[in-house]
């Protein structure tokens, strides 16, 4: 089984939905990370957790929220979506020090008409 | 920030050649990983090496901290092989991983 799994895999929804991304990690490492991916782009981070009491926000928070439900889980909520939102979301895990090696799930396609 | 450059930006190979990926970072870095986004958009964790050189199989990659800089190489490439390559670093002001753009690479039979 993954380590890191993403639901849904895909996702279809229209303007002003409210969407769920969830993200659940078996490595049992303190750190969680939710990116997202745009065409002819690398990564830019909407948020991250340390652990289960500590939500930071990354460089492109607006329009994002997220909960941490456990060590294990961490979930990427969108209040109200809009097009430009449409993007691949990755989900990703590192232990505790800058110096272990962070993995990432599968992704989600999220596609807002 | 630390600014993530790699290059080329775009690499087409015929199937069996070499190949040279670089990664530029404008600062001294704690962790540096380098991955592989397949068509499918997974991306498969290549490389840990904020220093020093690895190999794993036909791969290898190399860091010189002190000069800033990472090199991917692929040899003997595949069709498999294609996709893009990420270079990714921290640095130990923020904690994060800060991606490069990337180098889109297309092995041709």
């Known amino acids: 089984d993954a380590d890191v799994t993403q639901t849904p895999r895909n996702r279809i929804t229209k303007t002003g939905k409210r969407i769920m991304l969830e993200c659940s990690q078996t490595k049992g490492h303190d750190r969680m990370y939710w990116y997202r991916q745009d065409p002819g782009l690398g990564l830019r981070l909407i948020y991250y957790s340390f652990d289960v009491k500590d939500i930071n926000k990354g460089e492109i928070s607006d329009g994002y929220s997220v909960s941490r439900q456990a060590q294990a889980k961490f979930s990427l909520s969108l209040e109200s979506a809009i097009p430009n939102q449409t993007a691949l979301y990755f989900c990703?895990?590192?232990?505790?020090?800058?110096?272990?090696?962070?993995?990432f799930g599968p992704g989600t396609r999220l596609t807002v008409l | 920030g630390i600014q993530v450059e790699q290059s080329p930006p775009d690499l087409i190979l015929q199937e069996g050649a070499n190949s040279t990926l670089r990664c530029n970072f404008s600062d001294s870095v704690n962790n540096l990983q380098w991955f592989h986004q397949n068509p499918w958009g997974q991306l498969i964790n290549l490389f840990y090496i904020p220093s020093g050189t690895k190999q794993n199989g036909r791969l290898s990659a190399t860091t010189v901290a002190t000069e800033r800089y990472s090199l991917l190489y692929i040899s003997s490439s595949q069709t498999t092989d294609s996709g893009v390559y990420f270079c990714a670093v921290i640095t130990g002001a923020n904690s994060k991983l800060t991606f490069g753009k990337g180098i889109t690479l297309s092995v041709r039979p």
């Open positions: 990703a895990t590192r232990g505790t020090s800058d110096y272990n090696e962070q993995f």
